[in-house]
């Protein structure tokens, strides 16, 4: 299950289930978009971009949606496993500048 | 070399020492960021350089001091730090400004 409070917000799924992670951005003007990958004691690590001229962009077991009508942004892992046990952040980045706003970020934990 | 590599992993220092923080990339890429992040929460862009030209300065407090002396490298001097400033503090680098951003593994600081 999922749950937010003062903690990070947590996603708590089986091994072999798909995972959905989910990211709200506020500024309508952001054209670009990028998933992180950070595991514990690294940097993040780039998983999957897109641009906002797409709604759908598809990776190696993972697919990113963009709703630009709700300023919705989704990461969709396919057959999640252990390994993909991390903190995820969405950012984005507007068009009239060139730096990345990161989101609050996300812990997926998989069981095995 | 397709990575960002920093130096060092860890580093503990005196309210008092002075400290220099190291990036390098051999990506060819003309941009490079300072973020600082705490824990659970996502990085905070501190300082990006353009053509090894500071570009962006993010309201830092001047006890950092980055300097980019040549385009693959990027440092950050560190002087009378505050407990506060306890971080890791990661480097990236990105092709020119508002392409993907590619992390380094991170400084973990303690100012004691």
């Known amino acids: 299950g999922e749950s937010v409070g003062l903690h990070l917000p947590t996603l708590s799924v089986q091994e072999g289930d798909n995972s959905i992670i989910n990211c709200a951005y506020s500024?309508?003007?952001?054209?670009?978009f990028i998933w992180y990958k950070q595991e514990s004691g690294k940097g993040p690590q780039f998983i999957i971009d897109?641009?906002?001229?797409?709604d759908k962009r598809q990776g190696q077991r993972v697919t990113v949606l963009l709703n630009k009508t709700v300023k919705h942004l989704s990461l969709q892992i396919a057959a999640t496993q252990p390994g993909d046990s991390a903190v995820y952040f969405c950012?984005?980045?507007?068009?009239?500048?060139?730096?990345?706003?990161f989101g609050k970020g996300t812990m997926l934990l998989v069981s095995p | 070399d397709t990575e960002v590599t920093q130096t060092p992993k860890h580093l503990v220092m005196g309210m008092t020492n002075k400290k220099s923080l190291k990036c390098e990339q051999h990506?060819?890429?003309?941009?490079m960021y300072w973020y600082k992040q705490k824990a659970k929460k996502p990085p905070e862009l501190m300082f990006v350089?353009?053509?090894?030209?500071?570009?962006i300065n993010e309201s830092v407090p001047s006890r950092f001091s980055p300097e980019c002396p040549n385009s693959s490298l990027l440092n950050l001097h560190l002087h009378a730090l505050q407990p506060e400033d306890s971080a890791l503090y990661l480097c990236a680098s990105s092709q020119v400004l508002g392409n993907e951003q590619f992390f380094g593994p991170g400084t973990r600081l303690t100012v004691l």
């Open positions: 950012a984005e980045k507007n068009s009239g500048y060139s730096t990345l706003t």
């Open positions: 990506m060819g890429h003309r941009a």
């Open positions: 500024n309508s003007a952001s054209d670009y």
């Open positions: 897109i641009r906002s001229n797409m």
């Open positions: 350089y353009s053509y090894e030209k500071l570009s």
